[in-house]
């Protein structure tokens, strides 16, 4: 079993930055894949990013050049850089592990964080 707990949400301006964090339970979590989906009011929840267990990195179209994924095994933590922020990527955040490689599928994922808001002023 995993846990996850994301931070780091909040409101920022339109072009500005913030970096979510995602810590996770478990002596395991250096063998998941994790990653970063995110949900709009109304919509559905979709892939940010993920990166492997070998530090891999995938990122969805709307956010390459943008956003970066990283993870630090010794803290068990996966870390979201976002930069150059957009009002269009006011969403809840959440991170996710997933025991398998990475994917940009959510159904693949097996355990799920609480979410954390983000909100982007124009």
């Known amino acids: 079993q995993v846990q996850l707990v994301e931070s780091g949400g909040g409101l920022v301006q339109a072009g500005g930055s913030l970096r979510l964090s995602c810590g996770a339970s478990g002596r395991t979590f250096s063998s998941y894949a994790m990653g970063w989906f995110r949900q709009a009011p109304g919509k559905e929840r979709d892939f940010v990013a993920a990166i492997s267990w070998s530090g891999g990195t995938w990122y969805a179209d709307s956010v390459k050049g943008r956003f970066t994924i990283s993870r630090d095994n010794a803290k068990n933590t996966v870390y979201l850089q976002m930069n150059s922020l957009k009002p269009e990527d006011t969403a809840v955040y959440y991170c996710?592990?997933?025991?398998?490689?990475?994917?940009?599928?959510?159904?693949?994922?097996?355990?799920w964080g609480q979410g954390t808001q983000v909100t982007v002023s124009s």
């Open positions: 996710a592990a997933n025991r398998g490689a990475y994917s940009v599928m959510r159904g693949s994922y097996d355990y």
